[in-house]
Nanobody
Framework: VQLQAFGGGLVQAGGSLRLSCAAS????????MGWFRQATGKEREFVAS????????HYADSVKGRFTILRDNARSTVWLQMNSLQPEDAAVYYC????????????WGHGTQVTVSS
């Protein structure tokens, strides 16, 4: 599956952004979709994931209550709605996918930069 993420940009602290990730090439609904991020000088970290049936959602503690992951299987798209952004949320955000039932995130999109000004 090929992934393309977009929607990053510059936002003031407290503001919102919505990232989008369009998938192509495989049956989208068979994949668990996720978002990861990597800040400068830090390792890539998990942000959120959503199972194919959209009922199983997982979030990093640092974003719970502020970020929401959504997907539309008919449109082969996953979104990350980010509210109340803080400077520590600044990072390159990556969309990822793994086949349902597997553990490894095997498919990655190019990152999209999110910058939060204080």
């Amino acid at each position: 599956v090929q992934l393309q993420a977009f929607g990053g940009g510059l936002v003031q602290a407290g503001g919102s952004l919505r990232l989008s990730c369009a998938a192509s090439g495989r049956t989208f609904r068979n994949y668990v979709m996720g978002w990861f991020r990597q800040a400068t000088g830090k390792e890539r970290e998990f942000v959120a994931s959503i199972w194919r049936d959209t009922r199983s959602l997982h979030y990093a503690d640092s974003v719970k209550g502020r970020f929401t992951i959504l997907r539309d299987n008919a449109r082969s798209t996953v979104w990350l709605q980010m509210n109340s952004l803080q400077p520590e949320d600044a990072a390159v955000y990556y969309c990822a996918a793994k086949f349902f039932g597997t553990s490894d995130w095997n498919y990655w999109g190019h990152g999209t930069q999110v910058t939060v000004s204080s």
